[in-house]
């Protein structure tokens, strides 16, 4: 887009174009292609440049067409290229308010989604949780819109499978489905021997997932930090320098994370203990490196390793504000009795270590609330809800919002909503799970034993297993082969444990590629804010 218009260049964004554009590409990049100014097209306050070429990023909403229309009245740059992110509308409009003739050229490009990963975008969209929550129509109108941009992004005309007992797959399967038929020249790409396949899930049918603590760097930082749009605050971290206050964590811009984000957090330790321990030698320091800690003090000793390796200084400071989490907040405990919970079914055990974590002070209430609410969804049919909320008040340090997220989850996901068999505990289910989870792992850790439901629903999938009463076909008939591209939709939001997995299959098998999204991308604290506002 920015290469074909040679030139000094301005690009000008709406609120979802600059996310998206923040999140594709670098400021340097874009300076290499003379873009030398962004902007915002509802901004009233621009100054006349007409000496620039004006890009315009946007979405293809009424609300821009009349931004765009107020502004070729009056038109504040010498040249316009109007991009639109999907299908585009109110072209005669456009034209007919292009009285100066300063629109060179309008085009589609298909851009209506947030990429996060190679494998994995979002819609930017909460809380998706369900339909009859405040704003859903919108909600829905715009994930169905990022859905077919994504696919005409990557020109493919699906099948679409989605979960039959979800009432939001179902209407978004719908939509899909018929804006597919209505518009069949946008979808006339190659028919390839084996169709393309869009599965669209629900969060519903898997809530462990994004409360639980994880393990792999990108999902760690997201869980106790957060990352909001490539970028980690870390401006209320102690000890952190000024130039690490916020910090940019992109696989596209960085290696080094793009290398590492699916590592645990033990092993990417040991990578960035190996990188120091080769620039000491060296130098020829003498400094002993063996810690974390020992890792931050020789870069405070060598400056030209923060110029030098920048990257993995950025990196040593997330560590370094993880590290001091997990000690604060006793998390190795808190992990190992979370995947008990999730991964065993003994509920004596289960029942005694909870209400001992909910009446020991030195653990954090966010983590008791999550611990708490693993304990109600496995052990719902033991009716211990009363006791369990009479604990978390005794506590003394929760909100009424917070006391009512137990009985707001089983009213949510609770095994009466659920269809699919989130604990593996009906029969022959729970013995090919773990053998999964081996597979997928590599060696048992106590931390990690908890697989997504997401691994077992596309493990079925690619070997033919999944059942089309549970996962009907909407568009196209139903087939045997294991399918080649598959893009995968959550609604209700998706995890870095899930992208994470994806990843894994993908590497595991070259010859299928998985793509996933997800209405947003959640951790805990997000998931249970979105739990909340359900009406």
Same mark, same amino acid.
């Given at each position: 887009m920015t290469e074909k218009v040679h030139g000094m260049k301005v690009l000008v964004l709406d609120q979802d174009t600059s996310g998206i554009v923040s999140m594709a590409v670098s400021h340097s990049t874009m300076l290499q292609q003379e873009v030398y100014l962004f902007e915002r097209i509802d901004n009233p306050g621009r100054e006349l440049m007409i000496h620039l070429k004006a890009l315009c990023l946007l979405r293809p909403t009424p609300a821009n067409v009349a931004l765009l229309k107020q502004e070729l009245h009056d038109p504040k740059y010498g040249e316009y290229h109007i991009f639109f992110t999907n299908v585009a509308i109110g072209i005669d409009e456009l034209a007919q308010a292009d009285e100066h003739e300063v629109v060179a050229q309008v085009q589609e490009f298909y851009a209506d989604f947030y990429p996060v990963n190679p494998a994995f975008f979002t819609f930017n969209v909460s809380p998706m949780l369900s339909l009859t929550e405040p704003g859903i129509a919108s909600e829905m109108e715009r994930v169905i819109d990022g859905i077919c941009s994504v696919l005409l992004a990557?020109?493919?005309? /699906?099948?679409?499978?989605? $979960?039959? %007992? %979800?009432?939001?797959?179902?209407?978004?399967?719908?939509?899909?489905?018929?804006?597919?038929k209505s518009s069949p020249e946008l979808y006339d790409f190659t028919k390839t021997e084996i169709p393309p396949l869009l599965l669209l899930l629900d969060r519903r049918e898997d809530p462990l997932s994004p409360l639980l603590l994880q393990w792999t760097y990108q999902a760690m930082v997201h869980e106790l930090i957060g990352i909001?749009?490539? +970028?980690?605050?870390? %401006?209320?971290?102690?000890?952190?320098h000024a130039d690490t206050k916020e910090v940019v964590l992109s696989p596209d811009q960085d290696q080094f994370y793009a290398d590492n984000m699916y590592l645990n957090f033990g092993d990417l330790g040991t990578v960035v203990q190996d990188l120091v321990n080769d620039f000491a030698s060296k130098t020829k320091s003498t400094q002993k490196v063996q810690t974390l800690e020992d890792i931050k003090k020789f870069c405070e000793t060598f400056p030209e390793f923060r110029k030098v390796s920048s990257n993995v200084t950025k990196h040593v400071t997330i560590m370094g504000e993880i590290s001091r989490q997990v000690a604060l907040r006793k998390l190795l405990d808190v992990s190992e009795r979370e995947q008990e919970l999730a991964c065993n079914n003994d509920h004596a055990t289960a029942y005694r270590r909870v209400v001992e974590m909910l009446q020991n002070p030195i653990f954090a209430k966010e983590d008791v609330l999550r611990q708490a609410l693993l304990y109600i969804l496995r052990y719902? +049919?033991?009716?211990? $809800? /009363?006791?369990i909320l009479q604990l978390l008040t005794l506590r003394e340090n929760y909100s009424g919002a917070e006391l009512g997220l137990p009985a707001q989850m089983l009213c949510y996901a609770g095994s009466d909503q659920r269809k699919l068999d989130l604990f593996g505990t009906r029969g022959l289910l729970q013995r090919t799970k773990k053998a999964m989870s081996r597979q997928l792992k590599g060696v048992e850790n106590i931390y990690t034993q908890h697989t997504p439901l997401l691994f077992e629903i596309l493990d079925g999938l690619l070997t033919c297993r $999944?059942?089309?009463?549970?996962?009907p076909f909407i568009l196209g008939a139903p087939f045997k082969e294991r399918p080649v591209d598959v893009f995968v939709i959550i609604m209700g939001g998706a995890t870095y444990e899930e992208a994470a997995c994806v990843a894994e299959l993908n590497r595991q098998n070259p010859v299928t590629r998985i793509v996933l999204g997800g209405t947003c991308v959640l951790n805990s604290r997000q998931f249970l804010q979105n739990l909340a506002s359900i009406k």
């Open positions: 990557h020109r493919k005309k /699906p099948f679409i499978r989605y $979960l039959a %007992s %979800s009432d939001m797959c179902t209407v978004v399967a719908q939509q899909v489905a018929e804006r597919i909001t749009r490539n +970028k980690v605050d870390l %401006s209320h971290a102690p000890g952190v719902e +049919k033991q009716n211990k $809800l /009363p006791e $999944l059942k089309e009463t549970e996962f």
